[in-house]
T-cell receptor, first 116, second 111 residues
Framework: DSGVTQTPKHLITATGQRVTLRCSPRSGDLSVYWYQQSLDQGLQFLIQ???????AKGNILERFSAQQFPDLHSELNLSSLELGDSALYFC???????????????FGPGTRLTVL | QKEVEQDPGPLSVPEGAIVSLNCTYS??????FMWYRQYSRKGPELLMY????GNKEDGRFTAQVDKSSKYISLFIRDSQPSDSATYLC???????????FGTGTSLTVIP
């Protein structure tokens, strides 16, 4: 158990809908990362927050947004869902938000999103 | 060109074999490299990280970086069925804020 929790585990919804994925980082970790993993694309970095502020953006679509709250939990909002958004969404956390040997990322169990 | 490229396999070996997993990276400024292991339907877990060039050993696992050829490798000695998983190489790049992952190599160790 990494100490990172994600809810829900599974989500099935229809095209055009909006969903919210939730992540609680490990105790003491200030940085939260969101990733999308699909069979053909591998693990794609979406966005990073550090202590409530956006730190870096990856391949995140405009239909997607995220935030990190004062208690450090984070939410990833996916709107106007398309079939191609079906994937595993992982959250990871780390103590710091920069490169280095102490930037180990701990991954949550993921949320499996199915868009029908 | 992708920042990190990895042969997806799949790779199937008999128990006890030495396994070699490889990645290439695009930017010679990258210095930190990680190997993650991902079991089916689970999140990735960090196996090893290395800095710059050279080898790092941890039990049956050895991570190697060759900066001259921009090549990173993970060797698994005496492979076990429990090693069956997908292995991903990764790097935080040269800013530290982005994380680039390979597509993963699927490994099956046959008893």
């Amino acid at each position: 158990d990494s100490g990172v929790t994600q809810t829900p585990k599974h989500l099935i919804t229809a095209t055009g809908q909006r969903v919210t994925l939730r992540c609680s980082p490990r105790s003491g970790d200030l940085s939260v990362y969101w990733y999308q993993q699909s069979l053909d694309q591998g693990l794609q970095f979406l966005i990073q927050y550090y202590n409530g502020e956006e730190r870096a953006k990856g391949n995140i679509l405009e239909r997607f947004s995220a935030q990190q709250f004062p208690d450090l939990h984070s939410e990833l909002n996916l709107s106007s869902l398309e079939l191609g958004d079906s994937a595993l969404y992982f959250c990871a956390s780390s103590v710091v938000g920069t490169s280095g040997s102490n930037n180990e990322q701990f991954f949550g169990p993921g949320t499996r999103l199915t868009v029908l | 060109q992708k920042e990190v490229e990895q042969d997806p396999g799949p790779l199937s070996v008999p128990e006890g074999a030495i396994v070699s997993l490889n990645c290439t990276y695009s930017n010679s400024a990258f210095q930190y490299f990680m190997w993650y292991r991902q079991y089916s339907r689970k999140g990735p877990e960090l196996l090893m990280y290395t800095y710059s060039s050279g080898n790092k050993e941890d039990g049956r696992f050895t991570a190697q970086v060759d900066k001259s050829s921009k090549y990173i490798s993970l060797f698994i000695r005496d492979s076990q069925p429990s090693d069956s998983a997908t292995y991903l190489c990764a790097t935080p790049g040269n800013t530290g804020n982005q994380f680039y992952f390979g597509t993963g190599t699927s490994l099956t160790v046959i008893p």
